[in-house]
C-alpha cells in the first residue's frame, strides 16, 4: 500500500495539488453493479466546498466532479473509478511571497526537509484541498454500502462538538441539525455561542480548534480485523491523518482512562431482539470491542488544532533559516475544524467500506 | 499488508494465542549486517513480563526468545527474522467457565460474532500475552536503528503519566525513573500514590486505567509518508491497535482544539547550530508537521481503559444470549495501562525504523 | 496492494477504459527533484499509438498526456504524478453488435462471469488500450533511474524476435534498428518476411501470435527482493500480465530445461575490472541468479497469442449462452505482439525503478 | 507485502534456512472453521522431503511440522498460522569450503553483491529447503478451499513431463501415477527413460533440468484480478519465483506465438449444461481469458534449469573475485525439477485460495 492509497480491498489513491491542473483520486475495489453517478458525488463534495459560507475559505470553486472511468450505464463495472475535479480559481502570485518561508504550524519545514522541493503554493500537497478526493472517495464508499442489504442501514453523522472553549452538548445530538446549520454543529442552541467565539476571532486575525463528533449507527458486528488492523486502530489512523488532527478518542476516549473497571465495563443483558447489539446496557466502548464491531454505535472524536494559517504577526524563518516576521493573509479557513465534519465523515464510509468487503472475504458461517 | 501485520518495508508479523504452544513474530525488511542475539531482545521482553510484580498478571513465565532464522555469526542477514517464545504456564483449565460467556469489556462477544469460533482460553488470540511479538520485534526495530549514523542518537521511553486518578507531572519527567519503579512511572513522586490507590483497587476486586506518554528524541526531521501514512497517522493506529487504548494524542492532543493559532503555532528564530530542530520556540506540535518529524521530540500520549477482567460481580450473556453473572477471577492485571508502557515504546521503534526505510528509499539529495 | 496497482515502493495504479472519456495513471513513489516534463512521456506513448503504422489498429488518438499533479516548476515533488490522456476517437457504436456476444479468445465470457457487468465497447477495461497507461508510468520510472549516477547507465530495448512462423535472428539483435521499422524488429533482414506474413494474414482475415525480447543492460547487481518477489519472479508476472502474452522465459527458458548443468552454469573468472558483472563467462541465465541481478544484461521473452479479433467467421455463444456465428471487423491489430513491446519495455523501467528504490531502502554497506 | 510474504488475503509469511535453526510460514487470512491438523500438512511435506528416494537429496530429515497457533479443538479460527519444521540433519561443517567462493550457477555472487553478508551453509535463505514452508501454505490453502462447497471440486496435480531431452507424452497425463513413481511423472511410460538418463547424469556428476506440468480442474470461473494481480501473471509469478524455473508457460504458452488467431481462439457452442465451462470448444487459453478463471482446466508448465550443484570441476571466483576451481559434492538432487512438483502444486493452491477469498470480497450478484 502507498503512501497516498487508503484501504486493502476497497481502497483510493488521492492526487493532486491546491493550485495545480486538478485534483481527483481512484477508488480500487469497488463491487460492480453499485448504481453510481456523479450526482452520487457531488452534494458530498459540495458540503465540504470553500466558499460555502463566510467561516469557510472564500475561495471560488465550483468543485464540478467528473467520472472518467470504471462506470457504464450508471453501474460500476468493478473496474478502479476515478473522480477528477479541475481546480478553476487557482491564484498561484497570491503565494509568492511564502515561496521561500516557513509558515508556522503549517508543514512547510518539515516537508522541505524531506523533499528538498516544494510547490508552495497553498500548501501544494499538503493544503486542505486535498481532502475533496476523500470526500468524492468517501461518496463512492457510501454508495456502495448502500448497495448491500446487510450495510444499508448504516448512517454516518459528523458533527462540530466544540468550537475553541465554547462545548455543544453531546446530549442534544442531532442530527438533521448538523446541515441546518454552517457550522455543522448537531447542537443547535450552541451554534449563536460559537458564532460569536469565531466573528470575535476573525476579528483579531486569529484562528480557533474544535473538536468533530462522527457518530455510525446501523453497522454490522464483525467488522474490523485484529491485531493490527482494528477497527479503532484504523479510525484512529484515518483522523490523525487528516490535517490539523491532534488527537483521537473512541466511545469513552480518555475519560475510561480515569474510570474503574466496574464503571467502564459495558454490562449486557438477554436481548429481547435476539441481536447481540442490543444485549448492552451501555456503550461506554463506542462501538468497538477487541477491534471489532459489535453493532452499538460507533463513536469517535478528533481534536483539530487552530488554523495555523493567522494574520497575527509571527516569528518564523525561511528556507535559508534566516529570520522572518510574517503575517499570513490570504482565503483561508478560520477554523479548520469546521469543514473537517465532512471529510471524517467520508472517512468512516471508507472505513466501513473496506472492512465490510474483507468480513465478506474472510468468513465462514458453513 | 495482512491484518496480523505491521509495517511496509520494515515490518512484522505476528502469531499465537494466550495458551497455545508458542507467540512469536517475524520481522521482515531488517537490512542486513545489523548486530542482533536473542540478548538484545531478551531484556526488553523481561521488561513486559508478566509476574514481573504483584501489580501485573501472576502467570508464571519465562517469555524466553529463541532466534529461529535470519541472523548469521551476530548479524542480520536481510532474511526474515523469526522470533519464538514457547509458552510454560499455559492452565486451559483455569478458563473452563469462561467458554461460552462473554466477559463485560472484553473482546469475546465482537470475536464470536466474526468468527463464529473462539478459543476462549485467556482471551485466545485477543489476549495481551500477544503484545510480546510486539515487544520482540520492536527489540529489532531499536538494534537496527542504532546501526545506522543517523539514526543511531533516538531515545524512545514511555511511562506512565496517569492511573486512575492520580497523576504524574509532565515537567518532572525523568527517563531514568521509569525503570525504577514497578509501574513505569517516570516522576517518582507520583509513585507513591499511584501505588496505594492500586491497592485500594485491588482490594475492592476492581481495576483502573490509566494514560501512558511516549517521548521519542534525536529522530531526524523528514519522517513519515503524507498524506495517509503520516508518522502522526501510524503513531496513531498504532496506539489504538493496543488492547485497551481509548484515546490518542500527539503533542498538545485535545488541549490543541481548545486554543487559537496564535497560541498553537510553534514559531521559530534563526537557529544558532543551523539545524532545523533548533529552531522551534515551542513544541505544541509533538514533533509532527503536516505528518513528517521536525527533529523536534515527539510526543503521544495513549488513553488505556481500565482492566475489564474484575472480580465485582458483573451482569452479562453467555454464547447462547442468555443471562449470566460473572466474577472474573484469576491472574489478571488489576491496571494494564502498566505493562503497556513497554509494548508501546517497542511500536515506536518500529513506526520509526519503518519510516526511516521508507526515506531512505525516497529521498533525492542529488 | 491493489489489483490495478503495480509496485511496491515506485508503483502506479492505471484507470480508464477504451470507450470511456479518459485513461490514465497516478504514479506514487517517485522521489523528488528528477526532472520531469510532458515532453518526456509523450514519445514513449507515441511509439506504442494506434494508428502510427497500417499494421496497427486504425484508430484515430492522438494519445496526448497531460501531467495533472507531482510536478513543480519541471521537477518531481515526491507526490502522487497523474498523467491523463483523453480519448478522442470514442465509437461506441462501433460495437453495439457484440454487446450480448462473447468474443473468442476474448475476456469477456470470463469477465461477465466475474462481474455480471461488462463495458462492451472495444473491449472496456480489457482493451490494449489500457497499457497507454503502463507506457505513460514507465515513461516516468525511465526519467527517474537516469536521475540517479547508479541508474542512470541502464538502457532497455524491447524488440519483435519472431512473428508467425518468421523469426529474427537473435545474434543480429540492433538496438538502432527496433525504431526504424514499424515492427520494432531488432534484425533488420528479418523485416520482409515478417510483413509478407503480416500482409498475407491481413488478406485472409486472420491474425498472428509473436515473440518479444527484452533486454536491459547496465542493471546494477543486487536487484531483486528473494524470496518471492524476485526479479525474474516479477517481469515473469509483468509479461504475463500483458493482454494475450501465454510464456515467459528468462535467460535461456526452456531450453534450460533440456540443458546439462555443465552447460547450462554460467562460470566465473577474475574480472580484470574488478566487476562481478565482467566476471562472467556466459549469460545462459539472463541476468538473474537467486531472483537478484548479477549486473550481467537481463533478457527476457514474451509470447503473445494471436489477436483473438480476427474476420474469420467463428463460432461462440452470447451472454443467454445461445450459438451466434461471428466476424470481427473494426480497427483491430492484425498482430497484438507488434505494439507489446514498448509496453515491455515501459514495465521493465517500471520493475528496475521499484527494485531500485527497494535496494535503496534496505542495503547496509556501513 | 513484504519480499517473504506471497497473496493479498490468504497469504503466507515464509522464514528459516537450511542449516538454522527452523523453516516455517505464518499462515494469515484463512477463514474461522476451516478443519486443519498437523496431519493434513505431514504428508505433503512427505512428499518434497530429501531422502524419499535416491534420486533426490539424501539429506535426512523427517520435516516433522507443528501448528503453533491459530487452530483451536481441530478447527481453525481466523488468525494467523504458524506451522514449524525443526532442522534435525544440520551439517553446517559440509560447507566449510564454500564459505568464500561462489557456485557456479548459484545465488551466492549476486546475494554477496546485494546483502555483503551471506549464510553460505547450504545455499542459506536460497536454499530449497525454504520450499517446505510453501508446500505447509499450500496444505492450509488446500484445505481451505476443500471446506467451501464451491471449490471443493478443485484438483491440482503436477507432475514432470519432460527431464533433459526425455518428455512424457502429454496425452498420456494419469494424475494417479504420480504418486506412483519417484519422478512425480504422469506418464509411466517415460519413467524408464528418465531414469535412465538420471542415472546416467549422476554418473558423469553432472545434473539435469526438466518441465513441470500444473493442472488444476474444477475451478470455479471469476477467479482473478485484472488488470495487473492476473490469475495468469500471478502463475507466472510463482513459478518463476521458484528456485531454478526459467520459463513459464499457460495454456498453449510458446507455440500460441506460432499460431494463426483462427487456430488459437477457443471457439464456443451452446453448453447443454448451462455452465459456461462446458462451451469452449478447445483449451487453448489454459482456461484463463483477460486473467480470469473461465471454468475450464488451468494448464501451466515451468521449465526448471539443471541442479547448478555437481561434481564435475568448474570455474569460478570466490569473494575476493579471485579465481577458484570448484567440484560441489554434497547432498544434491541430480535434478531440482522432480522436488518441484509437490511445491509447484503447493503454489497453485495458495494462488486459488487467494483469489477465491477475493472473488467473494469483490462479487456482487444482488
Keep these: 500500500m502507498n503512501s497516498n492509497t487508503f484501504g486493502r480491498l476497497f481502497s483510493f489513491t488521492s492526487f493532486g495539488e491546491s493550485h495545480g491542473p486538478a485534483l ?72 509568492r511571497q511564502l515561496r521561500d518561508v ?41 454508495q456502495m454500502l448502500g448497495a448491500f442489504p446487510e450495510t444499508a442501514g448504516i448512517r454516518v453523522a459528523a458533527g462540530l462538538i466544540a468550537l475553541g472553549q465554547v462545548r455543544a452538548d453531546p446530549a442534544k445530538w442531532d442530527d438533521s441539525a448538523i446541515d441546518a446549520n454552517p457550522l455543522f454543529c448537531p447542537d443547535p442552541a450552541a451554534v449563536p455561542a460559537m458564532l460569536a467565539a469565531l466573528e470575535e476571532t476573525m476579528r483579531g486575525g486569529d484562528s480557533l480548534g474544535g473538536v468533530v463528533e462522527i457518530r455510525a449507527s446501523g453497522v454490522p458486528a464483525g467488522l474490523g480485523e485484529p491485531v493490527y488492523d482494528r477497527l479503532d486502530a484504523r479510525i484512529a489512523q484515518a483522523c490523525m491523518g487528516l490535517n490539523a488532527v491532534k488527537g483521537v ?20 443483558r438477554r436481548p429481547a431482539s435476539g441481536r447481540l447489539e442490543d444485549a448492552f446496557l451501555s456503550n461506554h466502548a463506542g462501538g468497538v470491542l477487541g477491534g471489532v464491531s459489535t453493532g452499538q454505535p460507533i463513536t469517535a ?14 516569528e518564523t524563518i525561511g528556507k535559508d533559516l534566516g529570520n522572518v516576521e510574517i503575517s499570513v493573509a490570504g482565503r483561508h479557513d478560520p477554523a479548520v475544524a469546521i469543514r473537517a465534519a465532512p471529510v471524517l465523515e467520508a472517512m468512516f464510509w471508507l472505513i466501513l467500506a473496506d472492512f465490510f468487503l474483507l468480513r465478506r472475504a474472510g468468513e465462514n458461517r458453513g
Excluded: W
Design 24 to 95: 481527483g483520486c481512484v477508488v480500487d475495489g469497488c463491487p460492480p453493479r453499485v448504481p453510481l453517478a456523479e450526482a452520487d458525488i457531488q452534494p458530498r463534495l459540495d458540503r465540504r466546498r470553500p466558499g460555502a459560507c463566510r467561516f469557510v475559505s472564500q475561495r471560488g470553486e465550483t468543485d464540478r466532479a467528473r467520472i472518467l472511468s470504471g462506470v457504464f450505464e450508471g453501474k460500476t463495472t468493478g473496474h478502479p473509478i476515478c473522480v477528477l475535479v479541475e481546480n478553476q480559481d487557482q491564484r498561484p502570485n497570491d503565494y
Design 102 to 142: 516557513f509558515r508556522p504550524g503549517h508543514a512547510d519545514a518539515a516537508h522541505a526537509a524531506k523533499y528538498g522541493i516544494r510547490d508552495h503554493r497553498g500548501g501544494g500537497r499538503s493544503s486542505a484541498r486535498e481532502t475533496l478526493a476523500r470526500v468524492a472517495a468517501g461518496a463512492v464508499a457510501r
Design 249 to 268: 478518542e473512541i466511545g469513552d476516549g480518555f475519560a475510561a482512562a480515569r474510570a474503574s473497571g466496574s464503571a467502564n465495563n459495558d454490562q449486557m
Design 301 to 314: 472524536r478528533a481534536a483539530i488544532k487552530p488554523t495555523p494559517s493567522i494574520s497575527i504577526r509571527q
